[in-house]
T-cell receptor, first 115, second 111 residues
Framework: DTAVSQTPKYLVTQMGNDKSIKCEQN?????MYWYKQDSKKFLKIMFSYNNKELIINETVPNRFSPKSPDKAHLNLHINSLELGDSAVYFC??????????????FGSGTQLSVL | GQSLEQPSEVTAVEGAIVQINCTYQ??????LSWYQQHDGGAPTFLSYNALDGLEETGRFSSFLSRSDSYGYLLLQELQMKDSASYFCAVRDSYNNNDMRFGAGTRLTVKP
């Protein structure tokens, strides 16, 4: 009955590999996000996805691509992984009116380690 | 541009009161949110202020002054379990109204 669930919890991989992180929310929310949290705990938005409209943070490399098969899912695919991609990736969701209230629901995070 | 400033670390003892400040600069301001994150955990929503004044939720209160572009989170009767990172966040009206977070304040509660 987890509200926002993402898998895997941990992901260890080699440089140059391609990997995906899955995210699902059962809250009926219409907006989903991906955030990256670096080693200094800085949370930076990567993407938001609302009603099939994708908003991309311009600083995100195009090696990162979100895929949304439906409103409840927003997966993150990463090509040609680099050492600097090592971080914790959080999926989040909100209802549109909730977004106006500044309330996001976060998944438990995926710790990505690129070796 | 948009920026949020908050102290990097705060230390307090059990039972005490601590205030975590946040100043912000945004192109379009809607409100100030606060999130708590324990080590290894996910950020969880604590409070939201859109209007000036104090909002109280149990031991936690949040304050906003729009004219000063300033807010704070007040934690009372501190408990060990309150040791965590606390983030202020604003909606960024120039970027699809997405939530932008400050760098976080690490609160350590000591016995």
């Amino acid at each position: 009955d987890t509200a926002v669930s993402q898998t895997p919890k941990y992901l260890v991989t080699q440089m140059g590999n391609d990997k995906s992180i899955k995210c699902e929310q059962n809250l009926g929310h219409d907006t989903m996000y991906w955030y990256k949290q670096d080693s200094k705990k800085f949370l930076k938005i990567m993407f938001s996805y609302n009603n099939k409209e994708l908003i991309i943070n311009e600083t995100v490399p195009n090696r990162f691509s979100p895929k949304s098969p439906d409103k409840a899912h927003l997966n993150l695919h990463i090509n040609s992984l680099e050492l600097g991609d090592s971080a914790v990736y959080f999926c989040a969701s909100s209802q549109e009116w909730d977004r106006g209230q500044g309330k996001l629901f976060f998944g438990s995070g995926t710790q990505l380690s690129v070796l | 541009g948009q920026s949020l400033e908050q102290p990097s670390e705060v230390t307090a003892v059990e039972g005490a009161i601590v205030q975590i400040n946040c100043t912000y600069q945004t192109s379009g301001f809607y409100g100030l949110s606060w999130y708590q994150q324990h080590d290894g955990g996910a950020p969880t929503f604590l409070s939201y202020n859109a209007l000036d004044g104090l909002e109280e939720t149990g031991r936690f209160s949040s304050f906003l002054s729009r004219s000063d572009s300033y807010g704070y989170l007040l934690l009372q009767e501190l408990q060990m379990k309150d040791s965590a990172s606390y983030f202020c966040a604003v909606r960024d009206s120039y970027n699809n109204n997405d939530m932008r977070f400050g760098a976080g304040t690490r609160l350590t509660v000591k016995p």
